[in-house]
């Protein structure tokens, strides 16, 4: 009875390791995505552990890593990474990258993981699933989290809004930041801009005019509903253009009753129309051809 209140007095590390130093294993329950248990909980080297090739987060704050570090000096590591077993002493992380680079510059030597078994598929939907439920991931990072569990996973997007716990509106909101230019892609992913922002942009079907909106958004630090205004006069004058282009007359015609007005009168006529209103001017060289005209006209 005393050795059994000692051990639970001697903490999570003392749990995960014996008196001599080797790794013990804990069974601990972890339900996998297809909600079956598939993992156990083990102390393992640091140096057996190397990065997820599928790590759907591309950036690390520095200044928030070497906080985490230092958090981690004084209290440990409070949540356990998780991996999977590729060899006898290699594993590859699935979740926890943050914490397993903050953790080497703490100057760890070991850390808790959750070990789990899984192919490269089944790792990259447990990493990018992972990733977008725990992780603060810019809206970027998510959509591009997205994109990829469509394409590589081969889910529909009403699967992937079960999976991550979105309804089909919002993962089709965020699948459609990735049709932006890159340079405002950027920008959200920078939290430059956010959100809001790009959604009031993405409304603006010309690349040319998100970049208008986005340059003004900059300068003169437009809010999102400023912005969507913005964004429907934009709009809306682009499509007042489109329906004056359909309407003008072609110049095609223009060219053909410029001719016949020419052949008519004896002198080069000029006829100019935006589809609505124009002119036709009739040049004479003297009075007498001025007078020859207006007797064609009837005047």
């Not at 790794?23 to 156990?40: A, F, I, T």
Request: include cysteine; aromatic fraction near 4%; charge should be neutral.
């Amino acid at each position: 009875m005393s050795t059994k209140k000692k051990a639970l007095g001697r903490g999570l590390s003392a749990l995960l390791s014996d008196s001599e130093g080797e790794k013990s294993e804990v069974e601990v329950v972890v339900p996998s995505l297809s909600g079956q248990p598939s993992s156990n909980l083990n102390e393992i080297p640091i140096e057996e552990i190397e990065t997820n090739p599928f790590q759907p987060r591309q950036y690390f704050d520095q200044e928030a890593l070497n906080e985490l570090a230092e958090s981690i000096k004084v209290h440990g590591i409070i949540q356990p990474i998780t991996v999977r077993k590729l060899s006898q002493h290699q594993y590859q992380l699935i979740s926890g990258e943050r914490r397993f680079q903050a953790s080497k510059l703490a100057g760890l030597k070991s850390l808790p993981a959750y070990v789990r078994t899984a192919n490269d598929q089944q790792m990259l939907e447990m990493a990018l699933i992972e990733n977008i439920q725990r992780e603060n991931l810019n809206p970027i990072e998510i959509s591009l989290s997205y994109q990829r569990l469509i394409s590589e996973c081969n889910l529909k997007q009403d699967e992937l809004g079960e999976r991550v716990g979105k309804n089909r509106t919002t993962v089709t909101n965020y699948l459609r930041l990735l049709k932006l230019p890159p340079d405002i892609q950027i920008a959200v992913r920078d939290n430059r801009i956010s959100m809001g922002h790009a959604r009031a942009i993405i409304n603006i079907e010309n690349p040319d005019s998100q970049l208008f909106i986005f340059k003004k958004i900059i300068a003169e630090d437009l809010s999102v509903r400023a912005v969507e205004s913005l964004a429907r006069e934009v709009s809306e004058g682009a499509k007042l253009k489109e329906e004056t282009k359909q309407t003008a007359t072609p110049p095609k015609e223009i060219h053909q009753l410029q001719s016949k007005l020419s052949s008519h009168f004896g002198t080069k006529v000029t006829v100019k129309s935006d589809g609505k209103k124009g002119d036709i001017r009739i040049p004479f060289l003297s009075v007498e051809d001025l007078n020859r005209i207006l007797d064609i006209l009837k005047v």
